[in-house]
């Protein structure tokens, strides 16, 4: 199976500079992961990126919010356990599982739940809740950042609750997705190593995996947009700096 790993995760674990594993790679030909399709791995064009990248100075100034939205998956397992041939009627129009997900711009801690839709006032809860879960970290949420659908512009349950919470809410340019490019990448992420994994045989096998996964996330895995460090390193730093 692949992993779609790269240099810093590869690094981390044989115990080689990122730098090493990737002129490895580089002379091996292998493409960026930017460069692959998330699911089968192969090589794709490369997508527009922004050439102006930001990083917020401390934990909180910034979060990234989004909704990655993903096929439930019918008991006995979906189309890769049996093959899109192999799939019977019934097992169409499951709907789907609405994944809310939140990545500190400084730290890259991430906080993730499941639901049933999008609409305002489940993201108002999942704000609430994500929130919470910053501050257990000991970070205060100043600033959020979303995309422009209804569900973060104009519900007023939304808004009402970022109020509440005392945080300022920012919306990225119409058409630039990029600008809200951490969590569009967490959302990458999620799907290569958490959701599209491995083959589950239910819904409830591949939700039950989520929390884990974001404990690795954060706890244990490299990132290379903050220099092979873990977001718990980050948060353990800035820590340390402002006290």
């Known amino acids: 199976m692949l992993s779609r790993r790269g240099p810093v995760w590869i690094g981390y674990h044989l115990g080689l500079p990122a730098s090493t594993v990737g002129r490895v790679l580089a002379r091996h030909h292998v493409p960026l992961l930017r460069e692959c399709d998330p699911l089968t791995g192969q090589l794709i064009r490369a997508s527009r990126r922004s050439a102006n990248r930001y990083e917020h100075p401390y934990p909180g100034s910034l979060v990234h919010i989004d909704v990655k939205k993903l096929g439930r998956i019918p008991d006995g397992g979906g189309w890769k356990a049996h093959g899109r041939a192999a799939r019977s009627g019934e097992k169409h129009g499951l709907g789907y599982d609405y994944v809310h997900a939140a990545i500190d711009d400084h730290s890259r801690?991430?906080?993730?739940?499941?639901?049933?839709?999008?609409?305002?006032?489940?993201?108002?809860?999942?704000?609430?809740?994500?929130?919470?879960f910053y501050a257990t970290h000991g970070i205060r949420v100043e600033r959020v950042i979303s995309d422009n659908a209804k569900n973060y512009r104009i519900s007023r349950d939304f808004r009402a609750t970022a109020a509440d919470l005392g945080i300022t809410l920012k919306f990225i340019r119409p058409h630039c997705p990029w600008t809200n490019g951490k969590v569009e990448r967490l959302n990458r992420t999620l799907a290569t190593e958490w959701a599209y994994s491995r083959v589950f045989t239910t819904n409830t096998e591949r939700a039950n995996l989520l929390p884990t996964w974001l404990e690795h996330y954060n706890l244990?895995?490299?990132?290379?947009?903050?220099?092979?460090?873990?977001?718990?390193?980050?948060?353990?730093?800035?820590?340390s700096q402002y006290t």
Not at 113 to 131: K, M, N, S, V, Y
Not at 222 to 238: S, T
């Open 109 to 132: 801690l991430a906080y993730a739940e499941i639901h049933d839709d999008e609409r305002g006032t489940t993201c108002a809860g999942f704000l609430t809740r994500a929130t919470a």
């Open 220 to 239: 244990e895995r490299p990132h290379l947009g903050i220099g092979g460090q873990r977001p718990i390193d980050r948060i353990n730093n800035a820590t």
